[in-house]
């Protein structure tokens, strides 16, 4: 059996509410594939994340801090996820990738559950990443700021690099992906393939290969 290992964006869990309708629809998908693939479903943080953190770091919190809290609503989404998906565990640990279907959130401070999806797809030797997010993939410019941004179909961990160093302001949260995740992905080959996760066709195309709306991050 196939190992797929996705990074599900909290956007899609919780947008600023909890989405039971998205979580239906992508148990459903889960269900409907579990013969053919064994997933490892990495869950970030959402609304609930970010409002959290947001006033913490109001009150003068540290950053390692602020990430603590960012797990703590990681792992409360993640289970939320397991608890829609039937023959799945919740776990904490990275030791427990090896078997079963498995859902879980960040691990420790300093790093996105975009780079924990990498590190997960590193140790498990998958070639390839789905990482969804409530946008159609990546593109030139922040598409919820900018109505022109442009699509970007297929790009190199290199020029990626660069086009989030041209456009970054200091760290901030609505990135698509991080620095880390990209360079990991970059050591080790992992294709990323960026996809809008309510679009649950295309999710499908995604896992199985197939031509997919997004983006395709990979090496030259
Ligand atoms: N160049 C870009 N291409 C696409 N999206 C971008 C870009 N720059 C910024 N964004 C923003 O990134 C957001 C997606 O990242 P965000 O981290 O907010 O969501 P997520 O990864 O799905 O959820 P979470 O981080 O909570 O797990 C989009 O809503 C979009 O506005
Ligand atoms: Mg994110």
């Known amino acids: ?35 053919r693939y064994r997933f490892i479903i990495v869950v970030g943080g959402g609304r609930l994340a970010r409002d959290y953190i947001e006033m913490a770091r109001k009150r003068g919190e540290s950053e390692y801090f602020l990430d603590m809290i960012g797990i703590m609503a990681t792992r409360m989404n993640a289970m939320l996820v397991k608890s829609y998906i039937k023959n799945a565990r919740f776990s904490t640990d990275m030791r427990d990738i090896f078997s079963g279907n498995v859902v879980m959130g960040g691990t420790e401070p300093g790093h996105t559950t975009d780079a924990v999806s990498m590190l997960v797809a590193e140790l498990l030797g998958v070639k390839s990443v789905i990482n969804a997010t409530t946008v159609d993939g990546i593109y030139d410019r922040d598409p919820k700021l900018n109505p022109g941004a442009r699509l970007i179909d297929d790009i190199s961990y290199g020029d990626l690099l660069s086009l989030f160093y041209l456009n970054s302001s200091g760290a901030g949260p609505n990135q698509v992906l991080d620095f880390l995740s990209i360079k990991i992905a970059e050591r080790s080959r992992i294709e990323i393939r960026v996809i ?17 709306r997004g983006t395709r991050v990979h090496g030259q």
């Open 1 to 35: 059996m196939e190992d797929v290992v996705i990074s599900l964006g909290g956007s899609l869990v919780n947008p600023g509410g909890i989405d039971d309708s998205f979580l239906h629809r992508f148990s459903e998908m889960v269900n409907s594939l579990k013969e």
């Open 196 to 212: 809008n996760g309510r679009d649950i066709d295309n999710f499908i195309s995604a896992i199985e290969g197939k031509h997919f």
